[in-house]
């Protein structure tokens, strides 16, 4: 295995992020072009040594910091299904358990394509999929009964969301829920999680006409925080979601939940992180987060 410079790789050896001072490991030779991120940033290249060096965290905020230099960011919109609620996993679950107990199969490519839908056009995907005879109140009954047996413990947040729902709290940013799901999943969800008293404004799929992809409740969300879409950002977990705030003018995030991005979503997006920790240092560096 060689390097881009096709020098021989090195046993890997301990180095100190420029950025943050964390120690890591790296195998790449001296002045590489790094090869630990997609966003293949380039790193010394005559004379430093490593004395430059970003560890693997630093190097993707950094990456999104270029990627976003040109944003102003005023407003945090947030997705609630598979970005702050941990709930994609259980309706999939729930709908391909409903789908085999009423003897219609693996469900799984269909429950894929339903991620980000509202549940009306869901119900419409499942007709136009299984076709006439297809037995549509068995299975939105077995659906909620494998649904709410699943939620019975309490219901589980993504990664990063307690923290960063603090943040933008500690520091008055404006930031709306901009979901699919009804307006009565939504409050009913958001209270289980216990963050419903974090937000002021929660807008939903029964608030507009035409839910995502159509870019109609990230237009209404910038509207009800007073600000220009071009200076929302909004996090989103699904190809719809992203149409929907790529559409409205936003600046689109995505933090994949099941399904990656597609090359098409990911042209669409500003930015593709991991996960909501990554958000918040994101919102830190883009000093979105500082005391006035």
């Known amino acids: 295995m060689t390097n881009p410079l096709g020098q021989p790789v090195p046993s890997p050896r301990r180095l100190t992020c420029a950025r943050c001072g964390a120690e890591f490991g790296c195998t790449l030779s001296t002045d590489c072009w790094c090869g630990e991120e997609a966003a293949r940033l380039p790193l010394p290249t005559s004379g430093t040594g490593f004395a430059d060096c970003l560890c693997r965290d630093c190097?993707?905020?950094?990456?999104?910091?270029?990627?976003?230099?040109?944003?102003?960011?005023?407003?945090?919109?947030?997705?609630?299904?598979?970005?702050?609620?941990?709930?994609?996993?259980?309706?999939?679950?729930?709908?391909?358990?409903?789908?085999?107990?009423?003897?219609?199969?693996?469900?799984?490519?269909?429950?894929?394509?339903?991620?980000?839908?509202?549940?009306?056009?869901?119900?419409?995907?499942?007709?136009?999929?299984?076709?006439?005879?297809?037995?549509?109140?068995?299975?939105?009954a077995a659906y909620e009964v494998h649904r709410d047996g699943m939620l019975r413990g309490g219901l589980p947040l993504k990664p990063g969301?307690?923290?960063?729902?603090?943040?933008?709290?500690?520091?008055?940013?404006?930031?709306?829920?901009?979901t699919s799901s009804t307006r009565h999943n939504a409050e009913h969800h958001l209270t289980l999680a216990g963050i419903r008293d974090r937000f002021?404004?929660?807008?939903?799929?029964?608030?507009?006409?035409?839910?995502?992809?159509?870019?109609?409740?990230?237009?209404?969300?910038?509207?009800?925080?007073?600000?220009?879409?071009?200076?929302?950002?909004?996090?989103e977990d699904s190809h719809p979601g992203i149409e929907a705030a790529h559409n409205a003018g936003t600046i689109p995030i995505m933090?994949?939940?099941i399904v990656p991005p597609s090359d098409d979503t990911r042209a669409k997006c500003a930015?593709?992180?991991?996960?909501?920790?990554?958000v918040l240092t994101m919102l830190y560096d883009k000093r979105v987060f500082a005391r006035t």
Do not use: W
């Not at 960011?73 to 609630?80: E, H, Q, R, S």
């Not at 970005?83 to 799984?108: F, I, K, M």
């Not at 807008?203 to 009800?224: N, Q």
């Open 59 to 140: 190097l993707r905020a950094v990456a999104v910091l270029a990627s976003l230099q040109d944003h102003t960011i005023n407003a945090v919109l947030l997705d609630m299904d598979g970005t702050l609620l941990d709930t994609e996993r259980v309706y999939r679950t729930s709908l391909c358990n409903a789908l085999a107990d009423l003897g219609y199969g693996d469900g799984t490519a269909i429950a894929h394509a339903m991620i980000g839908v509202p549940a009306a056009e869901c119900e419409i995907m499942l007709r136009n999929h299984y076709g006439t005879g297809f037995r549509i109140d068995d299975v939105r």
């Open 161 to 178: 969301t307690l923290e960063l729902v603090a943040a933008l709290r500690e520091f008055d940013c404006p930031a709306a829920i901009v």
């Open 200 to 235: 002021d404004t929660v807008l939903t799929r029964d608030d507009v006409a035409r839910g995502k992809p159509s870019p109609d409740l990230y237009l209404l969300a910038a509207e009800r925080l007073g600000f220009a879409p071009a200076v929302c950002v909004a996090i």
């Open 255 to 257: 933090v994949p939940d």
């Open 271 to 278: 930015a593709v992180l991991p996960d909501l920790h990554a």
